[in-house]
T-cell receptor, first 110, second 115 residues
Framework: DAKTTQPTSMDCAEGRAANLPCNHS???????VYWYRQIHSQGPQYIIH???NNETNEMASLIITEDRKSSTLILPHATLRDTAVYYC???????????FGKGTTLSVSS | DSGVTQTPKHLITATGQRVTLRCSPR?????VYWYQQSLDQGLQFLIQ???????AKGNILERFSAQQFPDLHSELNLSSLELGDSALYFC??????????????FGEGSRLTVL
């Protein structure tokens, strides 16, 4: 699976959009981009995933660049409850398990 | 609530002892995954089972073993415990293999403290 690079930490004001970048320059054609988050010692929570097209659900939007070498997770209106570690993971379809990196610690403040 | 149940939630034991952590996946989910999270190592994948069969192995120590039973629940056995085994152990389940555009549902974890 391709390696990902994320900033160690980011800050965001409550009510503003949080844009979390992820670099995955070695991604191959059949690899998906997954995003999970972990709120202080709770179990990680699935957010969204995509292959080529941009995706949106009730939690977030995922923007994948045309060359698929990077992506951005967007939380449109961040709240204090969005403070968490966000993990970007690249996964192929071979059924291998998700491998978590260090992620980005997002701190949302009022 | 993810639908994944882990027991016990907290466990304190001594070095050299053996413990068993239990996981009940979401109803109908065939895949079970075990992860270990310690302060200095982050989330480490240990092992995956699919419908009773081992599918993938990560950084699981030889002192650790796991199995998935016919009713699909899983147990992680940790033996000859060391101080460094103190960690949060998460179980996750998915309907299909993780790479098949499925998503993992994580339990709340079992916190193991080895004294």
């Amino acid at each position: 699976d391709a390696k990902t690079t994320q900033p160690t930490s980011m800050d965001c004001a409550e009510g503003r959009a949080a844009n979390l970048p992820c670099n995955h320059s070695t991604i191959s054609g059949n690899e998906y981009v997954y995003w999970y988050r972990q709120i202080h010692s709770q179990g990680p929570q699935y957010i969204i995933h995509g292959l080529k097209n941009n995706e949106t659900n009730e939690m977030a939007s995922l923007i994948i660049t045309e060359d698929r070498k990077s992506s951005t997770l967007i939380l449109p209106h961040a709240t204090l409850r969005d403070t968490a570690v966000y993990y970007c993971i690249v996964l192929n379809q071979a059924g291998t398990a998700l491998i978590f990196g260090k992620g980005t610690t997002l701190s949302v403040s009022s | 609530d993810s639908g994944v149940t882990q027991t016990p939630k907290h466990l304190i034991t001594a070095t050299g002892q053996r413990v068993t952590l239990r996981c009940s996946p979401r109803s109908g989910d065939l895949s079970v995954y075990w992860y270990q999270q310690s302060l200095d190592q982050g989330l480490q994948f240990l092992i995956q089972y699919y419908n009773g069969e081992e599918r993938a192995k990560g950084n699981i120590l030889e002192r650790f073993s796991a199995q998935q039973f016919p009713d699909l629940h899983s147990e992680l056995n940790l033996s000859s415990l060391e101080l460094g085994d103190s960690a949060l152990y998460f179980c996750a389940s998915s309907a299909r293999l993780a790479g098949d555009t499925g998503e993992l549902f994580f339990g709340e974890g079992s916190r193991l403290t080895v004294l």
